[in-house]
């Protein structure tokens, strides 16, 4: 079973800074298998990046996606009010297994 | 526009079974892959499984020998079934169409408790 750790656990940043959210994998994963999605309260996961840098449709260009094997990294280059939520990174494995990291929750400094 | 409504009993006593719909509308259920998460209050997201279009189901290895998947094509939806839950199967059930290797278009969520 592959094990996905996101780190940090929350980060507290404030509008306009960068934000950098680690996602590291026990074994190295296909970077086409690595996936992040975005939750705000109350509502469901959105998907914000496959292939571990395709940004889905309609998601702003300030979501980054990035890294291979073993580490991963998405990066929102300037922080919007909006962006303020949980991120979990996930990942497919051959078996047909997903598996979701524990998340990181950036909230406003 | 593809859309996902998950429906259900909000309420399932200990050691009960646990069934959900999800109806799919502005997709065919038998064009794509679909699967079910879930989310315990105030928890992280946990992948239950997914169904293939053709019927083929793959289950979270935790959760094997009480989960089941299956299609209605007729209605162009697809249900979970969860036997012998208990209060650990709390939590907020989400259906989701896949796009690729990741879960692409998300049902709003329906919550269940389990409790006598």
């Known amino acids: 079973e592959i094990v996905l750790t996101q780190s940090p656990g929350t980060l507290s940043l404030s509008p306009g800074e960068r934000a950098t959210l680690s996602c590291r994998t026990s074994?190295?994963?296909?970077?086409?298998?690595l996936a992040w999605y975005q939750q705000k309260p109350g509502q469901a996961p959105r998907l914000l990046i496959s292939g571990a840098s395709s940004r889905a449709t309609g998601i702003p260009d300030r979501f980054i996606g990035s890294g291979s094997g073993t580490d991963f990294t998405l990066t929102i280059s300037r922080l919007e009010p909006e962006d303020f939520a949980v991120y979990y990174c996930?990942?497919?494995?051959?078996?047909?297994?997903?598996?979701f990291g524990q998340g990181t929750k950036l909230e406003i400094k | 526009q593809v859309q996902l409504q998950e429906s259900g009993p909000g309420l399932v006593k200990p050691s009960g079974t646990l069934s959900l719909t999800c109806a799919v509308s502005g997709d065919s259920i038998t064009n794509n892959y679909w699967s079910w998460v879930r989310q315990p209050p105030g928890e992280g997201l946990e992948w239950i499984g997914q169904i293939q279009h053709g019927g083929s189901a793959y289950y979270n290895p935790p959760l094997k020998g009480r989960v089941s998947f299956s299609l209605d094509k007729s209605k162009n939806q697809f249900s979970l079934s969860l036997s012998s839950v208990t209060a650990a199967d709390t939590a907020m059930y989400y259906c989701?169409?896949?796009?690729?290797?990741?879960?692409?278009?998300w049902g709003q969520g329906t919550l269940v408790t389990v409790s006598s």
């Open positions: 989701a169409r896949h796009q690729g290797y990741s879960q692409g278009y």
């Open positions: 996930q990942q497919y494995d051959s078996s047909v297994i997903y598996t």
């Open positions: 074994q190295s994963v296909t970077s086409n298998f």
